[in-house]
Each structure stands twice: as C-alpha cells, then as structure tokens.
C-alpha cells in the first residue's frame, strides 16, 4: 500500500475530516472542564505586572510577524507558566513530528510538521505530545488554515499516543486565541479570547490549568 504525504501547512478541517472522520462538536466535557478549571486560577501580583507588560507590546505591535509574536508575547506567556518538568515533560519548539495514520478509505497517509510549540513528554527531546500550539498571526492572511494546522499536529500526537489520551491544543489568529480538545474522532473549538482586554488573564489561567491537566496525565 503506498502512502501519501500530507505537511500541516496544507491541513484544513475539511481535508481532516472527509480523510480521517473527524467530527466537530459544540459541546465537549473535557472542553468544559479544562475552561472552568481555570476560573479558579488568577494571577498573582506579579504575575499581573508582567502580562500587563506583555499586552501593551501586543497592543502597540499589531504588525508583528509570526516569529516577533513568538518572541515577544507567545514565549514569555509560557515561560512565565514554566511548561518545564525534568525528565517528566517539556515545552519544545519547531521540533519535527510525525505518524501514518489510515484514512476512512483505508489508505495510508503521513502527516507531518512542525509545530510552533508544543508540549510532550521527554526533557531533552520530545517523546508523546500533549498539547500543541500553533501561531497565526495576521487576521488577514489566507494561506493556509491555522484550526486545520493544529488539528493535524493534534492527530499526530493522539496517533503517538498508546493511551489514546485526550489531545489539547490551540491557534492565534490576529489577538485571539483558540482553544481545542481532541477525544477520539470528535473535537471542540473553544470560543476567541482577545489577549488585548481582560481575556489575557483568562488565556494565562487556561493554560496554567493545561499544565496541571498535563501533571495528571504524566502520573
């Protein structure tokens, strides 16, 4: 049987979908629960400080690349999280992932990419991802399809999975930020927070609960 090759760059939903019977939904528990986790998580004083710091350079750099993002607001929002746990989980960057996986016509097909960011097991180097992040900054931009990009490193990651655990992951598109959950052949889009208003204290404490969700996953 040969096998296709597919980059993330050129995934879209509807290519994931029709190829591998994803399905999209509405309303996911895991979604609900990973959300509502983090109502319970505010900044502390300091913390508070340095977002502020870190969304005034977003507010006054609306003509940022996809690397100044990264630079700039996307890598100091992580490192302030700190997604690092010795021999336990790490956060890594433009690290190679891939797997074959069998489409709904039984035909192979590698995907494969590179992640802007994501988290896997392993310290030195990845081993099984948990989560992975994908960074599209313009609101305009029309190559490409940042939803469909972090479905197929998603996809990947579930595949590398020998558990079939639960996949998280998240998209900016422009200021927003999206979040997602893969479980099984269904996942879920979360609503856009704006990280020029008070969402940027909501996206830090979505993704301060992604690590505990990541902690429990690991044990």
């Given at each position: 049987?040969?096998?296709?090759?597919?980059?993330?760059?050129?995934?879209?939903?509807?290519?994931?979908?029709?190829?591998?019977?994803?399905?999209?939904?509405?309303?996911?528990?895991?979604?609900?629960?990973?959300?509502?986790?983090a109502?319970?998580?505010?900044?502390?004083?300091?913390?508070?400080?340095?977002?502020?710091?870190?969304?005034?350079?977003?507010?006054?750099?609306?003509?940022?690349?996809?690397?100044?993002?990264?630079?700039?607001?996307?890598?100091?929002?992580?490192?302030?999280?700190?997604?690092?746990?010795?021999?336990?989980?790490?956060?890594?960057?433009?690290?190679?992932?891939?797997?074959?996986?069998?489409?709904?016509?039984?035909?192979?097909?590698?995907?494969?990419?590179?992640?802007?960011?994501?988290?896997?097991?392993?310290?030195?180097?990845?081993?099984?991802?948990?989560?992975?992040f994908?960074?599209?900054?313009k609101?305009?931009?029309?190559?490409?399809?940042?939803a469909?990009?972090?479905?197929?490193?998603?996809?990947?990651?579930?595949?590398?999975?020998?558990?079939?655990?639960?996949?998280?992951?998240?998209?900016?598109?422009?200021?927003?930020?999206?979040?997602?959950?893969?479980?099984?052949?269904n996942?879920?889009?979360?609503?856009?927070?704006?990280?020029?208003?008070?969402?940027?204290?909501?996206?830090?404490?979505?993704?301060?609960?992604?690590?505990?969700?990541?902690?429990?996953?690991?044990?």
């Amino acid at each position: 049987m040969e096998t296709s090759e597919k980059s993330f760059n050129d995934c879209r939903l509807a290519f994931l979908e029709k190829a591998f019977g994803v399905r999209q939904i509405r309303i996911m528990p895991l979604m609900d629960d990973w959300l509502n986790s983090a109502d319970a998580i505010f900044p502390n004083e300091k913390e508070v400080a340095f977002l502020s710091v870190l969304q005034e350079l977003l507010i006054l750099n609306a003509s940022w690349n996809e690397q100044e993002l990264s630079l700039h607001f996307v890598g100091p929002m992580f490192s302030l999280i700190n997604f690092t746990e010795p021999y336990r989980f790490n956060l890594f960057a433009e690290r190679f992932i891939s797997a074959t996986l069998l489409s709904e016509n039984n035909e192979s097909i590698l995907l494969s990419g590179k992640p802007d960011e994501f988290i896997a097991s392993g310290y030195r180097e990845p081993e099984i991802p948990f989560f992975c992040f994908n960074e599209f900054k313009k609101e305009t931009e029309t190559k490409g399809e940042p939803a469909g990009q972090a479905l197929a490193a998603m996809l990947v990651g579930q595949a590398l999975n020998e558990k079939k655990q639960p996949m998280y992951g998240c998209y900016i598109i422009g200021r927003d930020w999206y979040f997602m959950v893969l479980d099984g052949k269904n996942y879920c889009i979360s609503q856009g927070f704006d990280a020029t208003t008070e969402h940027i204290n909501k996206i830090f404490a979505i993704l301060k609960a992604l690590k505990g969700i990541i902690t429990n996953l690991i044990s």
